[in-house]
């Protein structure tokens, strides 16, 4: 049995969708991946006693964007650790996300998201 964390991914955009997974699964870590906030929402529904984390794009096209996912997110787990990211969307962090949440600023390097992610478990373990 291993003991990887499990992180839904959502970015509707393909390239960085599938650096980040990469990125991640290399960190150790085991990535679900959504293109959309409606599958997103969908295995958040079907996946969440499993899922340790969300790692969530904002703006994610038609449908719901990435704050209703962290919403659903932490409606099924309230402590969940969410981590944002945003080209444009940053500033409305404070009004929409959730508490005890990251954000990272688009672009973005890979390791400085794979840092952010790793704070966020290391300050929401009790």
């Known amino acids: 049995m291993s003991d990887a964390k499990v ?4 970015e509707d955009e393909r390239l960085i ?6 990125m991640l699964e290399f960190g150790g870590y085991v990535v679900i991946a959504a293109t959309c906030g409606v599958d997103a929402i969908t ?4 996946r969440h ?3 340790a984390g969300v ?12 704050w209703e996912v962290s ?12 981590v944002y990211a945003s080209g444009d969307s940053a500033a409305e962090w404070p009004l929409y996300g959730v508490p005890k949440s990251i954000m990272v600023p688009k672009p973005y ?3 400085q998201m794979l840092t952010a992610i ?5 300050s929401s373990t009790p």
């Open 71 to 82: 919403w659903r997110a932490r409606e099924l787990q309230p402590d969940i650790p969410v």
């Open 109 to 111: 390097g890979t390791s």
């Open 17 to 22: 969708l599938w650096t980040l997974q990469e």
């Open 55 to 66: 790692v969530t794009d904002v703006r994610l096209g038609v449908g719901p964007n990435g």
């Open 7 to 10: 992180l839904l991914l959502v």
């Open 49 to 51: 006693p499993e899922i």
């Open 118 to 122: 790793s704070s966020i478990f290391i």
């Open 43 to 46: 295995i958040l529904d079907s």
